[in-house]
């Protein structure tokens, strides 16, 4: 295998296939194990599996290749919490991983919230999904890429998203 330098070590030949097809207005969704990803792929989005990897840590990679878009307004969307996940003062800790890594990337951003549904509508129409292992999150990235990160907690979801050029 022909190591590529400066690519991220954790983005497979299939994910690094994906991104680099994109173009402005696609999107891509980075989600958790328990998302529903094989039923919005029967919409039309390309199935990536990143079993054993973290929303977090595909979001480090990835941001390292693709620029922000920082033209859209509300670039960066995650999926609202329900209605009793509200009541009871639900925290999304992976909320600020995410925060954090958009920071280190030299984005500053605001997450907008998004209802659970329409971020599932909202994925049918992405480029691709890509499915990791982990609990802990979905995203959708846009070339001129909307990365929605969504956390699916307790049967809960939330999501963001983010803008990017590719």
């Known amino acids: 295998m022909v190591m590529l330098k400066g690519i991220p070590e954790l983005l497979s030949p299939e994910l690094l296939f994906a991104l680099a097809k994109m173009g402005h207005g696609d999107e891509i969704v980075l989600a958790d194990a328990n998302f529903p990803t094989s039923s919005i792929c029967q919409c039309g989005p390309v199935e990536v599996r990143a079993d054993g990897l973290s929303i977090p840590q595909l979001l480090e990679s990835i941001l390292k290749l693709l620029p922000l878009d920082t033209y859209e307004p ?10 009793s996940d509200k009541a009871r003062g639900l925290q999304i800790p992976v ?12 984005l500053k951003v605001d997450l907008e919230n998004m209802e659970r549904f329409a971020f599932y509508e909202r994925a049918k129409k ?22 929605q990160l ?10 963001l998203g983010l ?4």
Do not use: C, Q, R
């Open 74 to 83: 509300n670039s960066v969307v995650i999926m609202d919490l329900v209605e």
């Open 163 to 166: 803008n990017f050029f590719p």
């Open 150 to 159: 969504a956390t699916f907690l307790e049967g809960h979801l939330s999501t």
């Open 95 to 106: 909320w600020e991983t995410y925060k954090s890594l958009l920071l280190k990337a030299g």
């Open 126 to 147: 992405a480029f691709a999904v890509v499915a990791t292992g982990k609990v802990t999150g979905f995203i959708v990235k846009e070339s001129d890429f909307i990365s």
